[in-house]
């Protein structure tokens, strides 16, 4: 082995690479191995709370066949179940198709494996060619509203009414339950949008002018259309106006890009006022007449009209409107990068670099830094002095994925075997060895990293430097050549010291009436008897190690014994929920292939036993209790697996209220609807993470169940929440198996403690996520899946030297699915800067938003929702007012300057400010708001891009026997033609929306009817025809459901039909019917805003 080699393309590590495996059969790849002895391992929390075990009584036995438990007054509150969302009696179209609110792929969207990148041509939006420019400069001309100023109209007849129309529209839904959402009686808000005034919030140091919002001179009208009851005169909703353009600068280029933003006043811009005749363009003298839009603009810039000097006073000008094509366009830097980046690996060996998108397929070959899937940072460039940081208000964060699956080109992480000495540490701050440490002394010390301290090297890790310093096996050893390893755990990295038993998976089945009279029993009863064969294997096992066990409830709790000498299941009630305990041991958690005949008769009998119940009530902490106690009696970790409908309002620990209550919205007490309603579930999480008992919780709500509630266990035990409002077998089986099926055969770590180390200057002060944390540095995770994210935010408490940059070392302790104990390390190193404008060129907006919208929901907890909104709109124009100050070059205070890679933080921004649950619309329930709240929390960074803003693919448009993805196209109902057809998707919904015009010829051959108004409006399901359209568009379908990891349910949109209003919720660039900007006006207000900073 040539131990010089500079750069070995993959190092020989002597140990067989470990195949990643596909995803249905779910292992870690390493091998099994021995372990011993000691290390200390500082992050790890010793010994777990105790447990006080209560002591059996109340235990009743009873045969297995010994019926239905006692029916108790039946409440049905399902009569109406099915179409509960919209008021009875109102369920215009057809079957309830719900789409439910999912999560997204665990990683990049692989989509075909290996496939070379989907490039797709550059898109239809006249964007213009990837500005070559480091920078790119919008110029809004002053945004100023004339008293004239029209309220935007909305765009042919779809209309965005005003927010006033939103009472009589939410009532007219059909059951699309987009949302399942139900009834709720009170009048919509109407109010929420006024958040755009500019209102500091006091947590983020706002500027003071800030706070003050200059109305226009003319004290316009309020924009009703805009955002309902906005601010008075306020510039924002009104006639934007603006000019924007792109500046050519060389790419690379340091500061002064600014400079080339001046340059000679190209055509005129396009501005055309198509839709939207009310704004106005306010003349600087360099406009040149309305046009339409501009198809491409050439590289050497064009349009950049050179504004006078200043804002100048407002004054009211012709209509006029901001050109969308001319401002920065999602699909244009999308399809630049995936043309840029797509076609070569990313090599990690350079400290600091900015990787592709996420959005960009692309293979990653680990050089000495974590991949991209791993963590992805909002800078790869840090400033060198908070003072820097403060300055540009650019959140320094890292959103990491440990756990992440890997497309199958890429090696999961090498284990290494260090034996009974254990991983090698910094004796003082225990970071683990990695390829940064510094040995010296010819080999006899290292010099910690993150730290400084000189640490010995053991006898046995010893080697020999070559002439450059590095060791000699440097390239044979993971630790110290690759940014993603695993270790061996030994002994002390265990519970009491005892090396960990295989997991168990514990199916917890409500029987109450709900439950059966849905036929959901009946049907998970049925698919876990094929499912239990595809729990999740390590490397090569022939079968799982996991154990299995059984228990059904509702205001009671029924366990069984399926033990494999037994002919038939038994079950034992505990009747005494108040004290839970588990009646049996032996036989409660079983090998699946023991006891498969004992299994398969108990899933068998369930839906038989509870056939005729009338109980409807039903416990919920009880049950949570009753599978932790059972995994600490069987002293392992694992997981539970419930499935349950209603609010447990039986009487219980944990017995829950409806207090759900519309009229909070948009006061300062609607923080309460997303906390919980008792800490008597955060007292159960806490014994559950200290138990390793992960909770997965499936909800089948009729109507409110407080998810807020309820799902405080699955987020912080770092489980996940699946949610089908109104569920109907029919409607929701493929749904709900689906995810089912993926969410059991997931690899799981279980029992974890993260912890993210940093070099001096730097460290973690913030994290957000589905976990536990009971001091401030150690993340506890009950369980980690592959598609959880833990978003760390960093501060600085010492200076950061540019030379020695920046690193960060994350270490997850965890028990793997066969029960090994190991340690996963991904190491990255980062640039530091004393230039503001390296921070602005390394950063990655898809990222920014992550944490923002994390940082956001998290704030809803606290504090009003507007401030919330008012918070991220100031740092955002605190962000990019720092640019234009400091990194432009002088210009007019007209021009809107935006960096490079930022431009598209203002229309990323508002998708967030606009989501549902900063601005909800009518029909977007509390528990809706709850749940995608705690989804986001742990979204990776390509879930939440598409999740703020969807994809729409138009399917008509490119060849029909073309086999890659179409085009994207924005996402405004500009951008939809009635003679087309297009996809709709964010990662939780799917939509196929039909236009009006559409051919004929295309409506038969994909929906089998003959002309459009024959179509089935919300239909979920299409045809399987015989020709290429059908099985394009089917396949395609498929396609998109295989990247996302929540599978996501078709709606099928007629255009101009009620179905249609759904839809229109995701064309996130338009105004929005709760009261959203649009993203011109908000382009515009954001100017205003930046403006406002810098004057
Ligand atoms: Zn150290």
């Excluded at 993470?689 to 309820?710: I, K, R, S």
Aim: charged share 15%; proline share 11%.
């Amino acid at each position: 082995m040539n131990v010089n080699q500079s750069v070995p393309p993959v190092p020989p590590f002597g140990q067989p690479q470990p195949v990643y495996p596909a995803y249905h059969q779910s292992s870690y790849g390493g091998q099994p191995g021995s372990t011993a002895p000691p290390t200390p391992y500082g992050a790890y929390n010793g010994p777990v709370p105790g447990y006080q075990q209560a002591p059996p009584q109340g235990v009743s036995r009873a045969p297995t066949s010994s019926g239905a438990p006692p029916a108790s007054t039946a409440q049905a509150p399902c009569g109406q179940a099915a179409y509960g969302q919209f008021g009875q009696g109102d369920v215009q179209n057809g079957p309830s198709s719900t789409v439910q609110m999912q999560r997204l792929p665990g990683s990049q969207p692989f989509g075909s494996p290996l496939a070379p990148v989907v490039s797709q041509p550059a898109v239809l939006q006249p964007y213009g060619s990837p500005p070559t420019s480091a920078q790119v400069t919008t110029q809004l001309a002053g945004m100023q509203i004339s008293g004239a100023v029209a309220p935007a109209p909305p765009s042919s007849g779809l209309s965005y009414g005003p927010p006033t129309s939103l009472a009589s529209a939410s009532g007219s839904f059909p059951n699309s339950g987009l949302y399942g959402s139900y009834p709720q009686g009170q009048a919509p808000p109407v109010g929420q949008a006024q958040g755009y005034l500019g209102v500091q919030t006091p947590q983020r140091s706002a500027p003071s002018q800030a706070s003050s919002f200059t109305p226009p001179a003319s004290g316009g009208p309020r924009m009703p259309s805009m955002t309902g009851p906005l601010l008075p005169g306020q510039g924002f909703g009104g006639p934007s106006v603006s000019q924007p353009n792109h500046v050519s600068s060389p790419p690379p280029q340091a500061l002064p890009p600014g400079t080339q933003m001046t340059g000679p006043p190209g055509p005129p811009p396009p501005m055309h006022s198509p839709q939207q005749p009310g704004y106005q363009l306010q003349q600087n003298g360099s406009f040149g007449p309305a046009r339409g839009p501009q198809p491409n603009y050439g590289s050497p810039y064009p349009g950049v009209p050179t504004f006078g000097s200043q804002p100048g006073p407002p004054q009211p000008l012709p209509p006029k409107r901001l050109d969308p094509d001319a401002i920065p366009s999602p699909i244009q830097v999308i399809e630049d990068d995936r043309n840029n980046r797509g076609t070569e690996p990313f090599v990690t060996g350079v400290r600091g670099q900015v990787p592709p998108l996420v959005t960009t397929n692309f293979l990653v070959k680990d050089q000495g830094n974590a991949s991209p899937r791993y963590i992805r940072c909002t800078s790869y460039n840090i400033p060198c002095t908070s003072d820097m940081a403060k300055q540009a208000q650019v959140p320094l964060a890292a959103v990491i994925k440990p756990l992440a699956r890997l497309p199958p080109e890429e090696a999961s992480p090498y284990v290494v075997d260090h034996g009974e000495s254990g991983p090698l540490r910094c004796n003082r701050c225990k970071a683990y060895m990695c390829p940064f440490m510094q040995f010296i002394e010819g080999g006899r010390r290292f010099q910690c990293c993150f730290c400084s301290c000189i640490n010995d090297v053991p006898p046995q890790y010893f080697q020999h430097l070559d002439h450059t310093g590095k060791r000699v096996d440097a390239y044979d050893r993971p630790e110290l050549s690759l940014g993603s390893y695993e270790f061996l755990a030994t002994v002390d990295y265990c519970k009491n010291n005892k090396f960990p038993s295989p997991p168990a998976f514990i199916f917890m089945i409500d029987v109450s009436y709900n439950a059966i009279r849905t036929g959901l029993v009946r049907l998970l009863c049925e698919e876990l008897k094929s499912l239990l064969d595809f729990l999740p294997r390590e490397g090569g096992a022939e079968e799982s190690a996991i154990r299995v066990g059984f228990v059904t409830y509702n205001k009671v709790l029924h366990f069984y014994n399926v033990k494999s000498s037994l002919a038939q299941p038994q079950m034992m009630v505990v009747s005494d929920v108040a004290d839970m305990f588990v009646p049996l041991l032996d036989g409660f958690l079983v090998n699946v292939n023991e006891s498969r005949a004992v299994i398969t008769s108990l899933l068998d009998q369930i839906p038989e036993m509870f056939a005729d119940t009338r109980e409807t009530e039903t416990v919920f902490a009880p049950v949570i209790q009753a599978g932790m106690e059972a995994l600490k009696a069987a002293e392992c970790a694992g997981k539970l697996f419930l499935f349950h409908t209603s609010l447990p309002i039986a009487e219980a620990p944990g017995k829950l209220k409806n207090r759900d209550d519309r009229k909070l919205i948009n006061t300062d007490k609607e923080k309460t609807l997303f906390q919980p309603q008792t800490g008597a579930y955060q007292t159960l999480a806490k014994e559950c993470v200290a138990q390793g008992c992960c909770v997965d919780l499936f909800l089948f709500p009729n109507q409110y169940v407080d998810v807020a509630t309820l799902s405080v266990v699955p987020q912080l035990t770092g489980g996940s929440v699946y949610k089908y409002a109104c569920f109907q077998v029919e409607n929701d089986q493929e749904r709900f198996l689906s995810d089912l099926r993926r969410d059991v055969q997931k690899v799981v770590g279980f029992d974890a403690v993260m912890r993210v180390r940093t070099s001096t200057g730097i460290r973690a002060v913030d994290f957000f996520g589905a976990f536990y944390m009971s001091n401030t540095t150690d993340v506890e995770l009950a369980g980690l899946d592959g598609d959880k994210t833990v978003t760390v935010e960093f501060k600085h408490d010492d200076r950061l030297n540019e030379e020695s940059g920046a690193l960060l070392q994350c270490a997850l302790l965890y028990t793997s699915c066969a029960g090994q104990r190991r340690l996963r390390i991904h190491n990255l190193a980062l640039n530091c800067c004393t230039q503001l404008a390296d921070l602005y060129r390394n950063c990655e907006t898809d990222t920014l938003i992550n944490y923002m919208a994390k940082f956001a929901y998290r704030g809803v907890l606290n504090s009003p929702v507007k401030a919330v909104r008012d918070t991220l709109i100031t740092q955002c124009a605190q962000i990019l007012a720092c640019y234009r100050k400091n990194c432009a070059s002088p210009s007019s205070a007209g021009q809107l300057i935006l960096p490079e890679c930022m431009k598209l933080l203002p229309v990323y921004l508002n998708c967030v400010l606009k989501s549902d649950v900063l601005q909800p619309g009518a029909e977007v329930t509390t528990d809706d708001r709850a749940y995608v709240r705690q989804l986001v929390t742990s979204m990776d960074v390509a879930e939440t891009n598409v999740f703020f803003y969807p994809r729409l693919l138009p399917l008509t448009k490119s060849p029909i026997e073309s086999t890659t993805e179409p085009p994207a196209v924005r996402a405004s109902e500009e951008r939809l033609s009635n003679g087309d057809i297009y996809l709709l998707e964010n990662g939780l919904n799917l939509f196929l929306w039909v236009g009006a015009s559409v051919q004929q010829g295309v409506v038969q051959s994909l929906f089998s009817v003959s002309s459009f108004s024959q179509i089935i409006s919300g239909l979920s399901v299409l045809p399987v025809l015989d020709n290429p359209l059908s099985k394009k568009v089917r396949g395609l379908i498929d396609s998109l459901r295989a990247q996302r990891s929540r599978y996501m349910k078709l709606i099928v949109v007629k255009q101009e039909d009620k179905l249609e209003m759904l839809f229109k919720h995701f064309l996130v660039e338009d105004k929005s019917l709760s009261g959203g900007a649009s993203y011109v006006d908000f382009l515009c207000h954001m100017h205003k805003e930046i403006r406002q900073l810098l004057s």
